[in-house]
């Protein structure tokens, strides 16, 4: 596939493959709504309305900025039930619905939930609205424990509601900045409807992107009670060594750890699989957006 498109990109003249692109992003964006009308209902008859008219508004709004992407958007603010899983708040006109689908990432979703038994330790490093968090709490059960992470204040609240509302009695939220050292205020960069993109490692370039400041903190730090990590995850939206030169200690603790990893690179090229590595781990690739790091047995 990837040789078709470089042959293509050769051949065809731009303006062309402009046109193709958009005409791409557009299908794109209309066939991500029937995965959500299948694994996401409203929790009420004004939530299931929101769905089904915001499902109706999509071949109108995904016509919007084609050449960038756009997440899956709902007209209005809605309780969900996602099958499976359990029910989250969404808010409108923001990415959420997005982060609440267990498609968006299959392979990862599949994985936690092949790694996790009763008992285990599930580290959530940028949870943002607690997808991951509610499907490692429901595996590890009642005697099993997941320590969640989240720094921006308002998707922190979702992230503690949503907690609540799926009844989890094993989950602590901390509401930090991951980051080497601990005690340090930094701020937090995010584009309006972005919530997922939040980060205190990259500057956005939209003169409008919202800046709050936010506590930092350690893994080794908030880890120091676990006497075993059974899984990681870390999106943390470019701070994710940062947040492991934090973790020397809790990393001789930890069995395996997934991460963020986009595009082509590979271990030898890619700082945070040079630290694991470095740690004893063995890096690999889980799909095209994330990696893999796993204590050779």
Same mark, same amino acid.
């Given at each position: 596939?990837?040789?078709l498109?470089?042959?293509?990109?050769?051949?065809?003249?731009?303006?062309v493959?402009?046109?193709?692109?958009?005409?791409?992003?557009?299908?794109?964006?209309?066939?991500r709504?029937p995965?959500?009308l299948?694994?996401?209902?409203?929790?009420?008859?004004?939530?299931?309305?929101?769905?089904?008219?915001?499902?109706?508004?999509?071949?109108a709004?995904?016509?919007r900025?084609?050449?960038?992407?756009?997440?899956?958007?709902?007209?209005?603010?809605?309780?969900? #039930? %996602? &099958?499976?899983?359990?029910?989250? @708040?969404?808010? /409108?006109?923001t =990415?959420? $619905?997005?982060h609440v689908?267990?498609?968006?990432?299959?392979?990862?979703y599949?994985?936690?939930g092949?790694?996790?038994?009763?008992?285990?330790v599930?580290?959530?490093?940028?949870?943002?609205?607690g997808?991951?968090?509610?499907?490692?709490?429901?595996?590890?059960g009642?005697?099993?424990?997941?320590?969640?992470?989240?720094?921006?204040?308002?998707?922190?609240?979702?992230?503690?509601?949503?907690?609540?509302?799926?009844?989890?009695?094993?989950?602590?939220?901390?509401?930090?900045?991951?980051?080497?050292r601990?005690?340090?205020?930094?701020?937090?960069?995010?584009?309006?409807?972005?919530?997922g993109?939040?980060?205190?490692?990259?500057?956005?370039a939209?003169?409008?992107a919202?800046?709050?400041?936010?506590a930092?903190?350690?893994?080794?730090?908030?880890?120091?009670?676990c006497? #075993? %990590? &059974?899984?990681?995850?870390?999106? @943390?939206?470019? /701070?994710?060594? =940062?947040? $492991?030169?934090?973790?020397?200690?809790?990393l001789?603790?930890?069995?395996?750890?997934?991460?963020?990893?986009?595009?082509?690179?590979?271990?030898?090229?890619?700082?945070?699989?040079r630290?694991l590595?470095?740690?004893?781990f063995?890096?690999?690739?889980?799909d095209?957006?994330?990696?893999?790091?796993?204590r050779?047995?």
């Amino acid at each position: 596939m990837s040789r078709l498109r470089d042959a293509l990109k050769a051949a065809l003249p731009a303006p062309v493959r402009g046109v193709l692109r958009r005409g791409l992003h557009y299908l794109q964006r209309l066939g991500r709504w029937p995965v959500i009308l299948w694994q996401v209902r409203g929790a009420a008859w004004r939530d299931r309305l929101t769905l089904l008219a915001s499902a109706l508004a999509s071949p109108a709004v995904a016509l919007r900025g084609l050449d960038a992407w756009q997440d899956p958007l709902l007209l209005r603010d809605a309780r969900v #039930r %996602v &099958r499976g899983l359990g029910e989250f @708040l969404v808010r /409108a006109r923001t =990415d959420d $619905l997005w982060h609440v689908l267990p498609a968006r990432e299959p392979a990862l979703y599949a994985a936690i939930g092949a790694a996790l038994r009763e008992g285990d330790v599930f580290v959530d490093a940028g949870a943002n609205l607690g997808v991951y968090t509610v499907l490692a709490a429901r595996c590890v059960g009642a005697h099993g424990r997941v320590v969640c992470f989240e720094m921006m204040p308002d998707t922190a609240d979702l992230l503690e509601r949503h907690v609540r509302l799926n009844r989890l009695d094993n989950v602590t939220v901390v509401r930090k900045a991951l980051s080497r050292r601990a005690g340090d205020r930094v701020v937090a960069v995010v584009e309006a409807g972005k919530h997922g993109q939040a980060s205190i490692a990259r500057e956005r370039a939209n003169p409008d992107a919202r800046r709050v400041e936010v506590a930092t903190t350690t893994l080794d730090r908030e880890l120091a009670g676990c006497a #075993r %990590v &059974r899984l990681m995850k870390l999106d @943390l939206e470019g /701070a994710e060594l =940062d947040a $492991l030169h934090g973790a020397a200690e809790v990393l001789q603790r930890t069995e395996a750890l997934v991460y963020e990893r986009w595009g082509d690179a590979g271990a030898a090229t890619d700082p945070v699989a040079r630290l694991l590595g470095t740690a004893g781990f063995a890096c690999g690739r889980l799909d095209g957006n994330n990696a893999i790091a796993r204590r050779p047995v």
